[in-house]
């Protein structure tokens, strides 16, 4: 069976396709401009990640059963997955935040080049929560 007849593959990669889509849909709400650049970014709402991983936890869960060692691989793989990006990313991008106001501070004192660091490179729970049910939801209709 090739890559692109596998249903897992092609349901997860829907997910982040549609997750990434709804970002780019939330943010022409909220600025009344299309940004295609939402649709290759990190972070924001719904987690795309979340999405993805989620989705194909469903499909493993349904396709080798509960007691499945693919699906303890599976589980393992999407909870390291959203823990890093509501937690370690999440982390970054606040760091970023502090040392892009530190870098405009120093930039505006000493006239140095100023050169902004990306900010939103992980989620927020309910982010993480939207895509994981963004996910299932893909998982039920697409399996």
Known sequence: MGLLQNRAFLASTLSWVTAQAVKVILSYMQHRKIDFRQFVSAG?????????????TVIVAREYGLASTELAIV?????????????????AGRQAAVLNRIVREVHALKGLRNERLRELLGHTPIEVIAGAALGISIAFIAG
């Open 75 to 91: 589980i393992v793989f999407a909870l390291i997955v959203m823990y890093d990006a509501a937690g370690v990313r999440r982390a």
């Open 44 to 56: 924001g709402m719904p987690s795309s990640h979340a999405a993805s991983v989620s989705c194909l």
